[in-house]
């Protein structure tokens, strides 16, 4: 009889989880908002694909220049964003990207919150949402409700 109650509410319970759409999404930003912080670190290179301020990025060793990282892509070097662009480019043209430091990241974040890279290219979501078959990596936390202060040193090799 026991059993039986057991299994009946862990069908309830499986039936009201969130599907995957309803977790949080990655956070809207609004690129003319996006600003450095006065401890800002800064870089001035150039993109290699059409780039908006905001979005995660990692130089990429071969050519040197800024592509979007992503954390479940199959290529190690895309799964290790090492900034935030400030400013939007073309492909070929100069880009300034923010390494360190706070960041008015041009949308609402929660206070305390951990934010990490996106499955989405340039992404940065809440670290509720890392999901199966993602490399996990930090962005920064959360200072106040726009702003983040910027730490890409947490990563790992190994996929959720």
């Not at 809440?126 to 202060?149: C, E, H, L």
Request: proline content about 3%; aromatic content about 4%.
């Amino acid at each position: 009889m026991i059993r039986k109650l057991l299994a009946a509410a862990l069908a309830v319970v499986l039936s009201l989880a969130l599907p995957a759409s309803a977790l949080a999404a990655d956070i809207s930003i609004t690129a003319a908002n996006v600003a450095p912080g006065a401890d800002a670190v800064t870089q001035t290179g150039t993109a290699g694909e059409a780039l908006t301020a905001g979005k995660a990025v990692y130089k990429k060793a071969a050519d040197n220049k800024w592509y979007l990282a992503d954390c479940n892509s199959a290529t190690a070097e895309v799964r290790a964003a090492s900034g935030i662009t400030l400013t939007g480019s073309a492909a070929g043209q100069p880009v300034v990207v923010q390494t360190g430091g706070s960041i008015t990241i041009g949308g609402t974040v929660a206070n305390g919150v951990v934010y990490y890279l996106s499955g989405t290219a340039g992404g940065i979501r809440p670290v509720a949402d890392n999901t199966t078959g993602d490399y996990p990596q930090t962005i920064g936390m959360a200072t106040s409700s726009t702003v983040v202060k910027l730490n890409f040193a947490l990563r790992t090799g190994t996929a959720l």
